[in-house]
């Protein structure tokens, strides 16, 4: 019996160790391998541009609107192009009005679906564009997305998210993202989506339900669902001053990892296995190491902590759980972790984060309209100039949802 209970005890910390890495690492070495040898193909520039339609979707931005519209207005994209702005509070909307600029006002809080939906629905054009706010464009992003509708298999473009964050806090994490999702589309098709850049035929667009909270992945789940791919493009970047403080990235992350989970859930069918070509990437990139892996991890600890009297392994575990812990405790006091013990707590604060997701999907945390503050101006970021901002492997290697 004991070791019948030493088997059992051995294959419950095998299985709890593969969900804990898996999100982390089993998958991008998967998704890696199964992309090797693979490249996306770069298409040429069309004779006939698509004509696009510019959805800025805006509540308290009146600060930052601005610069938003002159740096559209200023795109070199040689097509038809028009801008729309949903603008949720009057003051956003009485800063976008301008010639050239259509304005649509409802002077209460929609919410980012309810606010996308307006738009497209009043988009003249075939292929629609989302973009943020206080997202700054690559000069030459909406011609590096626009060509690939050439290919009639492509239903929506998957831009790039940069950091300015010379620091590395934050940076190194969208460095990884965009791997993932390189990897991803080389294969086929990518799940990972991002609100700043996102292109999409208004034909292969349904109607996102209000509640939502993550309306990029729902779009892109209705474009993968109508048959078409979405694919990345690495050159249709876009970069965001980052977070400053850890308390906002909290609040931000920990709501997109229960407006994930809800949307797994609402659309469980496509994490039935053949359901799609992206079901893999569903369970690696979203719900393993947004749920299960870290929910696993914290197993282990409390499996580690009666076993370290007599194992030397535990003890090993436990302390490099400790490290990680006071290393994360420095990050969000706002001190710097010592040398290596960045990532780890960067890693440490991720794992919390989606700890944090899974506790507000549970309670029914899952709000489609959240408090925001006013968005502030800011220095222009740094990165466009093409180079793209400066970071450094100081963030996680993986995150709860993005």
């Not at 005890?9 to 890495?21: I, K, M, N, Q």
């Not at 999409?200 to 791919?229: C, I, K, M, N, S």
């Not at 436990?318 to 707590?345: E, F, H, I, K, M």
């Amino acid at each position: 019996m004991t070791g019948v209970r030493t088997i059992g005890r051995g294959a419950a910390v095998a299985a709890l160790g593969t969900a804990a890495v898996y999100g982390h690492v089993l998958y991008p070495i998967y998704i890696g391998l199964r992309s090797r040898g693979l490249e996306s193909q770069v298409p040429a520039d069309p004779d006939n541009w698509p004509a696009l339609s510019v959805v800025v979707s805006a509540y308290r931005e009146s600060a930052v609107i601005g610069t938003k519209l002159d740096e559209l207005a200023g795109t070199d994209y040689p097509g038809l192009m028009e801008i729309i702005v949903v603008a949720d509070d009057t003051e956003t909307a009485e800063a976008s009005r301008r010639p050239g600029v259509r304005v649509l006002s409802s002077g209460e809080r929609l919410g980012k679906a309810r606010a996308v939906n307006r738009g497209v629905a009043a988009a003249s054009h075939d292929v629609v564009v989302l973009t943020d706010a206080n997202a700054v464009l690559a000069p030459r992003a909406l011609r590096a997305a626009a060509r690939h509708f050439t290919d009639e298999t492509v239903g929506a473009v998957a831009g790039e998210k940069q950091v300015d964050d010379p620091a590395g806090a934050q940076g190194f994490y969208w460095k990884f993202e965009s791997w993932l999702k390189r990897c991803e589309s080389a294969t086929g098709a990518t799940i990972g989506v991002v609100g700043e850049m996102l292109m999409f035929r208004r034909q292969a667009f349904r109607p996102l339900p209000g509640d939502t909270a993550v309306d990029d992945a729902w779009l892109a789940l209705d474009v993968l669902e109508g048959g078409l791919r979405v694919v990345y493009e690495p050159e249709a970047y876009s970069i965001e001053q980052a977070a400053p403080d850890y308390t906002g990235e909290w609040e931000r992350r920990t709501r997109i990892v229960a407006g994930n989970l809800d949307m797994l859930w609402r659309r469980r069918a496509a994490l039935v296995p053949g359901a799609l070509p992206v079901t893999p990437q569903l369970w690696g990139h979203r719900l393993v190491r947004s749920s299960f892996g870290p929910i696993a991890h914290v197993a282990l600890v409390a499996i580690a902590v009666p076993a370290a009297r007599n194992s030397w392994a535990a003890r090993i575990f436990l302390a490099g759980n400790a490290v990680g812990a006071a290393s994360t405790a420095a990050l969000l006091t706002g001190r710097t972790p010592p040398g290596p013990t960045r990532l780890v707590a960067q890693v440490f604060f991720l794992q919390a984060v989606a700890l944090g997701g899974v506790r507000r999907f549970l309670s029914g945390d899952r709000p489609a309209v959240w408090a925001k503050p006013e968005r502030q101006a800011v220095p222009p970021a740094s990165g466009v100039n093409g180079s793209g901002p400066s970071a450094s492997p100081s963030d996680a290697l993986s995150a709860a949802g993005s």
